[in-house]
């Protein structure tokens, strides 16, 4: 997708967001393009899932249909969370008990995992981190599988919590914990961003009973 489509696109969902549901007509006179050019974008954006469409019945005549944000769109809108979670991670650092930290860790990791429930499937690792894989990339976190002899691997290529990660390790923990709970199996962080890697990775670990140890928990 282009650059001046996606800032189309943009601009087209801020003025839902705004407005809430309008018609065809109406976003072509707002946005001062063609009914075609509104139609079009509609379509890219309903095909993504961030705008659905109402029909509105008057008469006999065709329904007319109006357009506004999906669940999904408007949780994609503009949001200050970043500076949110960055506030909140400060307030988890300060807690003193080693205990208590990794036990809010763990609490973290899980209620994470729960907002994905059920949408990783697979009957082996290997095909559940391939699972993992395709959810992830819808939220734009660029994850390859792969392995490393005969140990499945997951590889994050890009972090999805940069500044949190630069300030404390311990969210490098929640996420490891994260995708163990989602994978259904135990996971070391074998390449961390933070030690000069090009990604983080993660491989399985079988032998190992615990899915957190201090060092990376930042305790």
Same mark, same amino acid.
């Given at each position: 997708m282009?650059?001046?489509?996606?800032?189309?696109?943009?601009?087209?969902?801020e003025?839902l967001?705004?407005?809430? $549901?309008?018609? &065809?007509?109406?976003?072509?006179?707002a946005?001062e &393009?063609?009914?075609? $050019?509104v139609r079009?974008?509609l379509?890219? #954006?309903?095909?993504q899932?961030?705008?659905?469409?109402e029909?509105?019945r008057?008469?006999?005549g065709?329904p007319?249909?109006r357009y506004?944000l999906s669940?999904k769109g408007?949780?994609?809108g503009?949001t200050?969370?970043?500076?949110? $979670?960055?506030?909140?991670w400060?307030?988890i650092r300060?807690?003193?008990?080693?205990?208590?930290?990794?036990?809010?860790?763990r609490?973290i990791a899980g209620?994470? $995992?729960?907002m994905?429930a059920?949408?990783?499937?697979g009957? /082996?690792?290997e095909?559940?981190m391939e699972? #993992?894989k395709?959810?992830?990339a819808e939220?734009?976190v660029p994850i390859?599988?792969?392995?490393?002899?005969?140990t499945p &691997?997951?590889?994050?290529l890009? !972090?999805?919590?940069?500044e949190?990660?630069?300030?404390?390790?311990g969210i !490098?923990?929640v996420?490891k914990m994260?995708f163990?709970? #989602?994978?259904? /199996?135990?996971?070391?962080?074998?390449? !961390?961003?933070?030690?000069?890697?090009t990604? !983080?990775?993660?491989?399985?670990?079988?032998n190992?009973?615990?899915l957190?140890?201090?060092?990376q928990?930042g305790v």
């Open positions: 282009s650059t001046a489509t996606e800032t189309s696109d943009s601009q087209l969902l003025l967001r705004r407005r809430g $549901a309008m018609s &065809v007509t109406e976003l072509a006179e946005t &393009v063609t009914a075609t $050019a079009q974008r379509t890219r #954006l309903m095909a899932g961030l705008i659905q469409r029909a509105n008057v008469g006999r065709r007319s249909h506004s669940a408007r949780k994609q503009g200050n969370y970043a500076d949110l $979670a960055i506030m909140l400060e307030q300060q807690v003193e008990a080693p205990e208590v930290r990794r036990g809010l860790l609490r209620a994470m $995992a729960g994905y059920g949408q990783v499937q009957a /082996t690792t095909a559940k699972s #993992l395709t959810l992830f939220r734009r390859e599988t792969g392995r490393m002899g005969e &691997v997951l590889t994050v890009d !972090c999805p919590y940069p949190l990660a630069e300030k404390d390790r !490098c923990a996420e994260l163990a709970e #989602l994978l259904e /199996t135990p996971l070391k962080l074998s390449q !961390c961003r933070l030690e000069g890697h990604c !983080c990775q993660f491989e399985t670990n079988g190992s009973a615990t957190i140890d201090s060092a928990a």
